[in-house]
């Protein structure tokens, strides 16, 4: 079956840039979406995109797909105390979304 | 209106209760989906609901019983649940099964004890 990868934790100093990474396998995703959840929340859809595109700018958030080797980051840029949650890649291989274990980013004043 | 509501927020219950969580969103959306979230885990998909017919349920113990009275709200019945069902469970919608942007629900945290 498919398979979503991220790293668990990633520290970041307020101000700075962040980059998250994600790996997958099933290359027949239609788009790649990155999920954010605050502590007790649910998840907020943050941006997506179609898996023809190498790159989507968002305001401060870029994603950055390479298809050839499955891998997506997103890039946030002046990250602030406000950013730090878990973050979670998603794919829609097989008609449903697969989610990656979730990034957890912290950000230090 | 770009909102899923879930009630309750929190959720305890005996191993021997019935108890009902709801979800509910009016963005005409036509699939709804029933998550489960262990602590520190992803979203793992439970059931699927399109045009208010189950159409996907990933082998669910039956001990949890989904119903779409219409297609604006969504249910997901307990019973005789065990310690380890603890969780938060998330509901989630979007515009039909082949629209894949879903938007999610702030869930309800279940405990059973």
């Known amino acids: 079956g498919e398979d979503v990868e991220q790293s668990l934790f990633l520290s970041v100093r307020e101000g700075d840039s962040s980059v998250i990474n994600c790996t997958y396998t099933?290359?027949?995703?239609?788009?790649l979406y990155w999920y954010k959840q605050e502590p007790g929340a649910g998840l907020q859809l943050l941006t997506y995109?179609?898996?023809?595109?190498d790159m989507k700018q968002d305001q401060r958030l870029t994603v950055l797909l390479n298809k050839k080797d499955k891998h997506l980051s997103l890039r946030i840029a002046d990250t602030q105390t406000g950013d730090s949650a878990i973050y979670f890649c998603?794919?829609?291989?097989?008609?449903?979304?697969?989610f990656g274990g979730g990034t957890r980013l912290m950000v230090k004043p | 209106d770009t909102e899923v509501t879930q009630t309750p927020k929190h959720l305890v219950m005996g191993m021997t209760n019935k108890k009902s969580l709801k979800c509910e969103q009016h963005?005409?959306?036509?699939?709804m989906y029933w998550y489960k979230q262990k602590a520190k885990k992803p979203p793992e998909l439970m059931f699927v609901?399109?045009?208010?017919?189950?159409?996907i349920n990933e082998s669910v113990p039956s001990r949890f019983s989904p119903e779409c009275p219409n297609s604006s709200l969504l249910n997901l019945h307990l019973h005789a649940l065990q310690p380890e069902d603890s969780a938060l469970y998330l509901c989630?919608?979007?515009?039909?099964?082949?629209?894949?942007?879903?938007?999610f629900g702030p869930g309800t945290r279940l405990t059973v004890t």
């Open positions: 989630a919608s979007s515009q039909t099964t082949a629209s894949y942007e879903q938007y």
């Open positions: 099933d290359s027949s995703s239609t788009y």
């Open positions: 995109i179609f898996s023809n595109m």
């Open positions: 998603a794919d829609d291989a097989g008609n449903m979304l697969t």
């Open positions: 963005m005409g959306h036509r699939a």
């Open positions: 609901y399109s045009y208010e017919k189950l159409s």
